[in-house]
DNA sequence: CCGCCGGGGAAAACCGGTTTTCTAGGCGCC
DNA sequence: GGCGCCTAGAAAACCGGTTTTCCCCGGCGG
């Protein structure tokens, strides 16, 4: 036993070189035992009485230390829109949840405040405080899209598709609108009514273009379509619109599960039945929907794996992969609950212009 | 002009030693001006210059340097159990927002995955990369609370009370309590049921005694209480428990908003009518709960407010100040909706023990 | 005239790692 | 037997800040 002078009972943290003063080495070697260092050679027992050490002090590699020597942080940052949005609930915790696997942590930073995020985004790059940078919040008008390029900072979009990136995890959003859409034909639905979000917005125009290609394919009549925020209040104020310029809807389609409970409100309002008078569906699946009244038809997306993908993607961009475009497998899941039904077949039997 | 050798054309990032010869001076004086340090004096025309080359380079403290020499990372952490939950949303958003503020980057563990992260908070703390902790998931035999006395990291417990810890960061739960139970008394109810959390959780027992205290207080019948996860599915299930033991009761007092839904589900499907046989009420108001149907009567939390609150508190334990309890303000206001109604005056119109 | 004091800032040590360079010894080879 | 090479690890230079110490200089009192 060589250690005799390392203080064993300091409550202090133990650092490379207490390791390495127990090990009987020096901390260059530790250093480079610990980082997997190919041109390191050593004896499997030294290595092996390094390892012990980080063992028994617990050792425990200083961040800061690590990041101004030229490592990485090993932190990335996660950029949404709003974070009480289930949909960004889910991606969020697939994104902390793979970080951690991979060993990195996660900095959170959410864009409702819009109070200087871009600025707050580029700070933590400029200060070294992340390796890379998740975004999920990209309108094609965000500031953070004029100074990303320039800068060499990893980063990737999620559930946005910035075109030319070249960077984009993205689900598979046309086929859902498909399956829903598909759904609704089956039951025999022609005249639908889809409710979409804020205009210019990635997923936005992918799910309306990919329920305008399946129905005009399918021969039924152009859907209506109305826009509104994505959140319980832009669904209702859309599905009322829509109800009333257009009282041959059968079904409505909802860009959202917050947007499709305020659909619900508004049918319920205008005092229609669902699926009666007018049948619901939804992008987007939680258990919250098998709750609601009526339990609401949904399209299951896989967002935890989208956040896990999208963390996969940055983490091959930081060992020096070039970045690229990743379509997140798995097919929507029609998650058939008690909102949608065949169609009604004479005129709507609730007052439709009269919410109350 | 004294920059003549400043690579102004440089595209890296400047550092503290640039900015010191941009000035004209040495670096120790920058970082002295920069963190304000009362003991140094400096001629104001000095100053002056020193923050103009700061404004000129773009300047960015390393934070790894920083961290290193001793400086606090400005970085917080925050652990909650459950990203899903609006509740844990809007108090993470609140922590976030006002981090920011103050100058903090927030990074985000959840406890769900439930692998390891009492652990992985710990390491957050070992390897310097948070001054402190806000901790929203302490169960009472959470492993995380053994070893946090010990260490001397600053800390906080946000929305939950650690016996004797002197740190807890809360909300006027009891209030809350009673603001409901006196919306359901002075509508005339007497006979009310409560949805509550997991057992030994904080905020669990605190609405629950508050409902208590109150019942007693006012005379009435004690109430008939069923738990249940904090989510859809044990608001359901405590719900239908309550429904078919307890067919006298006329209101439902649910402890979270998910429960709620979950408990509005459950009298849906027992047949019962909102509120016709039965009022439902809950703690936590979020703009979801005015499109439930019927729209849902709730508490309204400052739960932004709590989040705020506790970085606060942390930073105040940051600056030095010893650690204290604090019982965020703001009392608790219920939302009326149309989930509340005067009691039904015979039994209840529905088929109560038979859910679909 | 000299010593003291305080303002203004320079110098240097230090934080804990990473990475490149260097060296001592042992071995095979010619 | 001398040489180069390989192995195993030592040494030292850095990364970019913070903080303590030190120094110079001018003014002022004795």
Do not use: W
Not at 15 to 31: E, F, M, Q, W, Y
Not at 146 to 159: A, E, K, Q, T, Y
Not at 331 to 347: M, N
């Amino acid at each position: 036993m060589r250690d005799a002078d390392a203080p064993l009972h300091s409550k202090q943290r133990s650092r490379l070189i207490d390791v390495a003063n127990h090990a009987g080495v020096t901390k260059s070697v530790v250093s480079r035992v610990l980082n997997n260092d190919r041109t390191l050679s050593i004896r499997e027992e030294t290595r092996t009485r390094i390892l012990d050490a980080v063992r028994d002090l617990g050792y425990q590699p200083h961040t800061g230390a690590r990041a101004l020597a030229g490592a990485s942080t090993r932190a990335l940052a996660l950029l949404i829109p709003d974070l009480t949005n289930p949909v960004y609930s889910r991606i969020t915790r697939g994104a902390v949840q793979q970080a951690r696997v991979r060993g990195f942590a996660m900095l959170l930073a959410e864009d409702s405040a819009d109070f200087g995020v871009d600025r707050q985004f580029a700070d933590l790059v400029a200060s070294h405080r992340v390796d890379g940078l998740l975004i999920a919040s990209a309108r094609p008008d965000h500031p953070l899209l004029g100074m990303l390029p320039d800068s060499r900072i990893p980063h990737v979009f999620v559930n946005r598709v910035v075109a030319g990136s070249g960077r984009n995890i993205s689900l598979q959003i046309e086929a859902a609108s498909q399956a829903a859409l598909d759904h609704l034909l089956a039951l025999g639905h022609r005249r639908i009514g889809h409710v979409s979000g804020p205009e210019q917005l990635a997923p936005t125009v992918s799910r309306r273009a990919g329920l305008l290609g399946a129905a005009a394919a399918a021969g039924i009549p152009e859907p209506s379509i109305e826009s509104g925020e994505f959140n319980e209040q832009g669904g209702y104020a859309a599905a009322t619109r829509l109800l009333a310029d257009h009282p041959d809807l059968t079904a409505i389609y909802a860009s959202t599960l917050n947007q499709a409970i305020g659909v619900l409100s508004a049918v319920h309002a205008a005092g229609l039945r669902i699926p009666g008078d007018i049948s619901v569906i939804s992008y987007d699946d939680l258990p919250l929907a098998g709750f609601l009244h009526p339990p609401l038809t949904a399209i299951a997306m896989p967002l935890m794996e989208l956040g896990q993908a999208a963390v996969d993607a940055l983490c091959a961009q930081l060992e020096g992969a070039p970045p690229e475009d990743v379509l997140v497998p798995g097919a929507p899941e029609v998650v058939v609950r008690r909102s949608t039904g065949p169609p009604r077949s004479g005129p709507p039997s609730g007052t439709a212009k009269v919410p109350s």
